[in-house]
């Protein structure tokens, strides 16, 4: 018989769960969902160091009544490339998949270069295009300049 | 060939051929550059130059370029006295220029400029150099050079002397000469190594890239010798700077054990880098370079604008 489970969060009717964040990423997680955003009702489960078989240790975060747009994917997939993100609706998982990321990312990140023109006030977001993947080094399409340290440089 | 419209940011843009389409053009536009035939396929064609950071030579040259084959020019040649000093983006003066010439050269202190400016502009863009990012058309001037001394750019030994980390000429240089198949030996001190992206690059590349710490073992074999200012700014004292200057100032008595066809070139102003002494030997390269900067644009200009390569 299977040991019966320990729900350490409570299920959610509608909204998103990302599971398998990197351990004590979760707040960063938080910040680009943008908590100040959600609807006054809504309730944001937060659960940090829980035990994985697949990681050792990870993060977990459940956001009600919210679905991340493409750029929050984006970001969350830059800080936390082993993420999984479950679209919760009506208590079902209703679509499950990694995060990815893509070849471009605009408007996620700033460029790390202070010269860089994209810092200097121009109507335009900043745009990086993915030098390497594992792991991951982002270059600027502007000044051309490699980034590997994302979490100083979110927007 | 595809470069008519074409915006010329990077010389990473460019591939082998059409950098080859160029120093054919370039080649062929000497005489015209040198007054000694005329050739007006520019005429009607307006350039503006915006020069949003001072560079008196990146800017005549592109001038007399222009007007040599019987075009002409529109400048902003101090930032100070243009609308830029009232706080106007770069996507604005870009726009409003793109409106009243046929292409747009442009020199600017940040990096990624001529980037932006092309997004925002519906005529070609030309990069004259975007703060410490690339700058192509010194670049081809630089290829150019070795190309006329030796009929080829594949092949050949290229020591790169002296400011290897700022130096942006350096880099867009490597990957040129990667392209084409020459050796690269990198002779700097510590501090001013090729960064590594840069030489990540280079190896993903497949060059053939190695570090010399002597210059006099770097020169043996070699057949071009190409000097990089070294900028007092970049060292924290004084002394540290005079000991590294030093050690890479080009003279004859540097020079007598390198080969006899050796080319020395630098992208000028050179700052006591190389002697004066050997300005009037065999090896000194760096005027005919900074010549050859006219008929290389000239090139570019005519392939951009007109499409026309002969």
Request: aromatic share 6%; with cysteine.
């Given at each position: 018989m299977a040991a019966p489970r320990e729900l350490k969060i409570t299920p959610i009717k509608n909204g998103t769960v990302i599971d398998h964040?990197?351990?004590?990423l979760s707040l960063e997680v938080l910040r680009i969902i943008g908590?100040?955003?959600?609807?006054?009702d809504s309730t944001v489960s937060v659960a940090l160091h829980v035990r994985s078989q697949k990681m050792g240790w990870k993060d977990i975060v459940k956001v009600e009544n919210m679905e991340l747009s493409p750029r929050k994917v984006n970001a969350i997939a830059l800080i936390a490339p082993t993420a999984t993100i479950s679209i919760i609706r009506d208590y079902k998982v209703r679509e499950k998949r990694p995060v990815d990321l893509p070849e471009h990312i605009v408007g996620v990140a700033r460029c790390p270069?202070?010269?860089?023109?994209?810092?200097?006030?121009?109507?335009v977001e900043s745009e990086f295009e993915v030098a390497?993947?594992?792991p991951v080094v982002l270059r600027c399409v502007y000044c051309e300049r490699q980034m590997d340290d994302f979490l100083a440089h979110l927007i | 060939m595809a470069l008519k419209g074409r915006d010329i940011i990077s010389i990473k843009d460019l591939s082998r051929e059409e950098i080859e389409e160029v120093l054919k053009v370039a080649h062929r536009m000497i005489p015209i550059a040198e007054g000694s035939k005329i050739d007006r396929?520019?005429?009607?064609v307006l350039l503006a130059l915006a020069?949003?950071?001072?560079?008196t030579r990146t800017r005549l040259s592109f001038d007399t370029a222009a007007q040599r084959l019987g075009g002409r020019t529109i400048t902003i040649a101090d930032p100070a006295t243009s609308s830029v000093a009232k706080g106007e983006t770069l996507s604005d003066t870009v726009r409003m220029l793109s409106g009243y010439a046929d292409a747009l050269v442009l020199r600017h202190p940040n990096e990624g400029a001529a980037r932006l400016a092309a997004q925002m502009s519906d005529k070609p863009v030309i990069n004259a150099g975007d703060g410490a990012g690339q700058h192509p058309t010194q670049t081809l001037t630089d290829l150019a050079t070795i190309q006329e001394a030796?009929?080829?750019?594949?092949g050949l030994r290229v020591v790169l002397l002296g400011d290897?980390?700022?130096?942006r000429t350096v880099h867009s240089l490597a990957h040129a000469l990667a392209l084409f198949g020459a050796e690269i030996i990198l002779v700097s001190p510590p501090s001013l190594k090729l960064p590594d992206e840069v030489t990540e690059h280079l190896d993903q590349m497949g060059a053939r890239v190695h570090e010399e710490e002597q210059l006099h073992r770097a020169l043996h074999d070699a057949d071009v010798l190409y000097v990089t200012r070294i900028q007092?700014?970049?060292?924290?004292d004084e002394t540290e700077y005079a000991k590294v200057a030093g050690s890479y100032r080009i003279d004859n008595a540097v020079l007598s054990?390198?080969?006899?066809r050796l080319i020395v070139m630098h992208?000028?102003?050179?700052?006591?880098?190389?002697?004066?002494?050997?300005?009037?030997?065999?090896?000194?390269?760096y005027f005919r370079q900074a010549f050859l900067g006219v008929p290389v644009r000239m090139g570019l200009l005519s392939l951009v604008l007109t499409g026309k390569g002969t």
């Open positions: 964040i990197g351990n004590g908590v100040g955003d959600l609807d006054k270069n202070p010269n860089c023109i994209t810092n200097r006030g121009e109507p390497r993947r594992r | 396929r520019l005429d009607g020069f949003l950071e001072p560079s030796y009929g080829t750019l594949s290897l980390k700022y130096g007092k700014e970049r060292f924290g054990g390198a080969k006899q992208p000028l102003p050179r700052l006591g880098e190389i002697a004066p002494e050997v300005d009037a030997g065999p090896h000194a390269a």
